[in-house]
């Protein structure tokens, strides 16, 4: 878990990482890049031992978090995740030519040599990524999106559906069972729409109950059945909702005045929320939820 915390010497604020080995029973605080909080706002790993902290800078810890080690990558980052074995970024800036283009980069996992992944098409500002196992998915930015899929990581790419208004924007999530299944949250103007595909991107189809989500839907996925969305969609009052039925219907999960600022799932069957400051984990796809204490 990643926060902010008074710091240690001197003063402001610094960031500050906690880490369970136990599930969540017992948390401890390991040491954090020694930079700023508006430094690294993110955390990734991909292996209890191999980690990223970033945006927009990048720092990555190849023992748990008890080291970290600064790379020097052009660009911001603004997007990491890591899947079999392999880890890739989006970084604004990279392509000198281009300072308002995002471009995306890859490494092995525990590497510091990070190589730009040539794209078919340029990727423009404000591109998003999803990964499942070696499967890519890679959605275009600055308005004119396009999808592209890689089932190498990268090393060639083909084009697929966007399911989202050129000039809009949106994302796209890989359901957590690895399938061929994807999500995406599609801005329509004033609400949005919940989309769905069982093809990796060939066809999509709308996922959206009766009344249209906020602009600001995000959604995380653990099938082509089950999804969480938040916020709630118009007809609904509540900061998580759950489908089970592909997107047919959604029932209020998570009760809440406030805002979740992060949703997703470790596997099918576990999920995670962040709300008002507190973690929330279920263990049953959704349906119910606990609160995690952070307890030393």
Partial sequence: ???????????????????????????????????SASDVSQLR??????????????????DGGATWANVSIPGQVSELEAADGEAYALATGADSANSTSDELLTAPVGSQQWR????????????????SGPNLYVLG???DLVLLYSTDQGAQFSQRVDPCTAGLGGSVTAAADETSTLWAA??????????????????????????????????????????????????????????TNGGSTYAVVLSSPSTVSWVGF????????????SLF????????????????
């Fill in 1 to 35: 878990m990643l926060g902010t915390a008074r710091c240690l010497t001197g003063s402001g604020t610094c960031g500050a990482i906690l880490r369970t080995t136990d599930g969540g029973s017992v948390f401890a605080g390991i040491p954090s890049p020694p930079v």
């Fill in 45 to 62: 790993f991909a292996s209890p031992l191999d980690g990223y902290a970033f945006g927009p800078e990048l720092w990555q810890t190849a």
């Fill in 116 to 131: 730009q992944v040539p794209t078919p098409t340029p990727l423009g500002y404000g591109a998003q990524f999803a990964l």
């Fill in 141 to 143: 930015g600055n308005g």
């Fill in 186 to 243: 599609c801005p329509t103007g004033m609400m949005a729409e919940a989309m769905l595909s069982t093809d990796c991107g060939v066809t999509w189809r709308v996922a959206t109950a009766t009344g249209p989500f906020p602009n600001s839907l995000t959604l995380a996925a653990a099938s082509s059945s089950v999804a969480l969305a938040s916020p709630a969609p118009e007809t609904l009052s509540g900061a998580l909702v759950q489908t």
């Fill in 266 to 277: 470790s596997d099918p069957s576990r999920a995670y929320a962040l709300l008002a400051g």
């Fill in 281 to 296: 984990e279920s263990s049953d796809a959704g349906v119910t939820w606990r609160s995690v204490a952070f307890k030393s």
